[in-house]
């Protein structure tokens, strides 16, 4: 459990949520040519900003002050099996933002259950709640993928990327942070 540097991990929370807000206004300035996906982007970036408010008010409840941005190693590794060439990099992009999203649910679920089974209910229901947002995140960028590509293709690439995030996973090690 990763309470022994609590505004670690809030820091780091801050700025995941804060990239993930970026990250899909930075795929509208891409891929600006399809109303729905600029529209299910826009309002991605705006519930993970919401995120990001959240956490700076529980910073500020718990009187942590935040920390400065890490780099993600993660989030790198797991972005350099996108293809280069398009439309394929856009499926992969979307596919990775699938795969980012649901390992954020999963630690978020693993922080809810570590908090409560210490007895810290206000940060259990907080990232109960969260948890749920990135898992619906995560289907709504495969779902985004799945404009632009068959199912079995989507299927074949979340296979690949899985193998390769598999990879990604042990050599970056465990630490105070959801990524």
Excluded: W
């Amino acid at each position: 459990m990763c309470t022994k540097d609590l505004g670690a991990l809030l820091s780091d929370h801050l700025h995941c949520e804060r990239k993930a807000a970026e990250n899909a206004l930075s795929l509208v300035r891409k891929y600006p040519h399809n109303h729905r996906f600029v529209e299910t982007l826009a309002r991605l970036a705006h519930e993970e900003t919401s995120h990001v408010i959240q956490v700076t008010l529980l910073l500020e409840e718990l009187g942590i002050a935040p920390r400065g941005d890490m780099p993600n190693h993660y989030t790198r590794g797991l972005l350099s099996e996108a293809r280069n060439n398009e439309p394929h990099r856009r499926v992969d992009l979307m596919l990775c933002a699938a795969f980012i999203e649901a390992r954020s649910d999963e630690r978020l679920q693993l922080l809810a259950q570590g908090f409560a089974n210490s007895g810290q209910s206000r940060l259990a229901d907080f990232y109960d709640v969260l948890a749920n947002a990135e898992e619906r995140h995560a289907q709504v960028f495969v779902e985004l993928a799945s404009m632009y590509e068959n199912a079995a293709v989507v299927r074949e690439r979340m296979d690949a990327i899985g193998m390769h995030e598999a990879k990604v996973l042990d050599d970056i090690g465990m630490g105070c942070r959801v990524h």
